[in-house]
């Protein structure tokens, strides 16, 4: 607040007013909580403990809470650090929440935000560490999948915080070097809404507009070298694919440390994408286990088959996961702004199996969900993996499945995301004896 602004009273505070505040802790989407004579705010780029000035960026009087950024930092908590990249601070970039924070403060942070959602969601307790995954330099040059924008001008570069304004960059220190190479970001794109820049682990880097045909983009070669899984895979330019380099492998060895699958058991990949889950667990069952995946998307699927060709007991089923199941979903429909919707109901489908030895749930940012949960509990799995990539959802169904009978044996958390407030989870849960 400038000397000039007379002070503005709590609950009349709007955009573009500002206060000094004492940033409190920290909260799931990359901000702290702070209060302004009870006022609740959201605020960017500051942290714990800090005495910081902020702006007002979204709300007013009546709202029940507000969204700011710091813009000044009176009081600098000893883990603050300036920021790498000069697009990351109030008013720049979205892409990055955590650049003015020491990276193992960072993981700290995201430690204390799954426990405090397992806490508040399905009232466990846990200590939580954040692990490093190998192939980032010190929280940089990780992303090798990453969508730039494409202003009027044809001009590439990065969104502002939940804005659609574009802010031409001639870097982004977060995606691979191999994606900065092609020089994109000094390109030309004339009517085009963004390009897609995929850096895979063989082949060349490749270059797709957006928006095209996921069935007509080209076909990169990803390669998995885990302790239980080494081979390659093909998945669409357009497709899903982890973007950190270390991930795939991370997760991989995770699950399946997790689970131990052994020979001859029946297994059950939810969410499976191109395979790469099914294929790790067919390797543990052998020939003589069963390995049944489910995929909505029809170009992944049609992947998936031929990657899996060579374990011939992996069968993959096209569909919803929720539809396969034959429940009711109860949940935001993924690519809805609609909210809530009802699925018709629905039977099972005929190659679902009566029963599973083991699970993977691998579900969208969304969660799976309680219908879902009911379902794959109902097969009596031994052990189930949840591979959460949002610390609320996983909150939310470790409560499902508390209730159902299963409880949270492991839990390790792997910061796949650097300078994002994201993080990724592995979960397994195991049926109680009673």
């Known amino acids: 607040m400038s000397e000039a602004q007379a002070p503005v009273p709590a609950d009349a505070l709007t955009v573009g007013d500002e206060v000094e505040v004492e940033a409190g802790p920290i909260a799931h989407g990359g901000f702290v909580v702070a209060r302004h004579e009870g006022r609740v705010l959201f605020v960017r780029h500051a942290l ?16 029940r809470f507000l969204r700011a950024d710091a813009f000044e930092v009176l009081d600098a908590s000893s883990a603050r650090v300036t920021p790498p990249c000069p697009y990351a601070g109030p008013g720049l970039c979205g892409g990055c929440d955590f650049q003015h924070v020491a990276v193992p403060e960072q993981r700290r942070l995201k430690a204390e935000v799954v426990e405090e959602q397992l806490r508040r969601l399905a009232h466990v307790e846990r200590d939580v ?21 494409v202003d009027a001008a044809g001009r590439a570069g990065m969104r502002r915080h939940r804005s659609h304004d574009l802010i031409p960059v001639d870097d982004c220190l977060i995606a691979n070097e191999r994606v900065i190479g092609t020089g994109v970001l000094q390109g030309h794109w004339p009517g085009e809404k963004a390009v897609d820049v995929v850096a895979p682990t063989d082949g060349p880097t490749v270059v797709v507009r957006v928006p095209s045909d996921e069935a007509d983009a080209p076909v990169v070669t990803e390669t998995v070298a885990a302790q239980a899984l080494s081979r390659e895979f093909d998945v669409s330019a357009r497709g899903f694919w982890q973007v950190h380099p270390g991930a795939a492998a991370t997760f991989v060895d995770a699950v399946i440390d997790g689970l131990k699958p052994q020979e001859g058991e029946r297994c059950l990949d939810l969410y499976a994408g191109v395979g790469v889950f099914a294929s790790a667990l067919a390797e543990a069952v052998g020939p003589s286990g069963q390995v049944v995946a489910v995929e909505s998307d029809a170009v992944a699927v049609a992947q998936a088959r031929l990657n899996v060709e060579r374990t011939p007991w992996v069968h993959y089923i096209q569909g919803r996961v929720d539809h396969v199941f034959g429940v009711e979903s109860t949940g935001r429909v993924a690519g809805s702004r609609k909210g809530r919707r009802r699925s018709a109901p629905r039977r099972p489908h005929s190659q679902l199996p009566p029963t599973a030895d083991v699970v993977v749930l691998d579900p969208p940012r969304t969660g799976a969900g309680k219908a879902v949960v009911g379902a794959v509990v109902a097969l009596r799995p031994r052990a189930l993996a949840y591979v959460a990539c949002d610390p609320s959802a996983l909150g939310r169904d470790t409560a499902y499945l508390q209730d159902k009978g299963y409880a949270l044996t492991s839990l390790r958390s792997f910061d796949a995301f650097p300078m994002t407030h994201h993080i990724e989870c592995v979960a397994i849960f195991e049926r109680s004896p009673a």
């Open 48 to 63: 714990p403990g800090e005495q910081v000035r902020v702006r007002v960026t979204e709300g007013g009087p009546g709202d």
């Open 129 to 149: 560490v954040v692990e490093p995954v190998p192939g980032d330099a010190e929280g940089l040059r990780w992303r090798t999948r990453t969508e730039f924008a």
